[in-house]
């Protein structure tokens, strides 16, 4: 019978758990206003699917992911770190923290509603603070992304892609065609449509 050896613990996350219990979860925690001293990069990375991994492997547990999720903050320099009031660390993000796995769309031009569901269950409703972007991959494919807080994107899925993109349309924009997606309150320019 074979065992599979589980590595140890690492301190920092026992910390951060440690430093999070009994904190009341009532939304996302107001990891803005903490200022904690910085402590380091720990083994931890998103991946660009939206799979957290912790010394090389998944965390199999979501409600941890959910917890790791909310108290994530871009720093300005960049860095995205897991904060808490007592310390913060730095962790690897080969993407977007978050990925969208689901869409609403209702309405029509910049009246239409547009919503997402994130792998962590975060809501995001397209507006004035939470708008969309657009990207060229590396292989030359279009990467949407949706803001979700303080400076988080969450990276859609191929289908979400698909089906966003069926909501486009072309528009004059400063005296030249645009493909975009109208919606929150704005046109979202995706690509020239002039061919440039």
């Not at 904190?23 to 996302?28: L, S």
């Not at 871009?74 to 770190?81: M, Q």
């Not at 007592?86 to 993000?93: A, D, K, N, P």
């Not at 029509?108 to 991959?137: I, M, P, Q």
């Amino acid at each position: 019978m074979t065992q599979t050896v589980q590595p140890a613990p690492d301190p920092a996350i026992a910390r951060l758990s440690l430093a999070l219990d009994g904190m009341p979860q009532r939304g996302p925690p107001p990891v803005e206003r903490w200022n904690p001293p910085y402590c380091g990069e720990i083994d931890m990375r998103i991946a660009a699917d939206g799979t957290w991994f912790h010394n090389g492997s998944p965390i199999q547990r979501p409600a941890m992911v959910k917890l790791f999720s909310s108290i994530l903050r871009r720093e300005p320099d960049g860095r995205i770190v897991l904060v808490t009031p007592v310390e913060s660390v730095g962790i690897v993000v080969d993407d977007a923290p978050f990925v969208a796995v689901e869409m609403a769309a209702e309405g029509t031009g910049e009246a239409r509603r547009l919503a997402f569901r994130t792998n962590v269950d975060d809501l995001v409703t397209v507006d004035a603070d939470h708008g969309l972007r657009f990207e060229e991959g590396e292989d030359g494919g279009l990467r949407p992304y949706v803001h979700v807080r303080r400076g988080l994107w969450a990276l859609l899925t191929r289908a979400l892609t698909y089906d966003l993109l069926s909501l486009g349309e072309d528009r004059m924009v400063d005296g030249r065609p645009w493909f975009g997606i109208a919606g929150g309150g704005r046109f979202h320019a995706v690509a020239p449509s002039d061919g440039v």
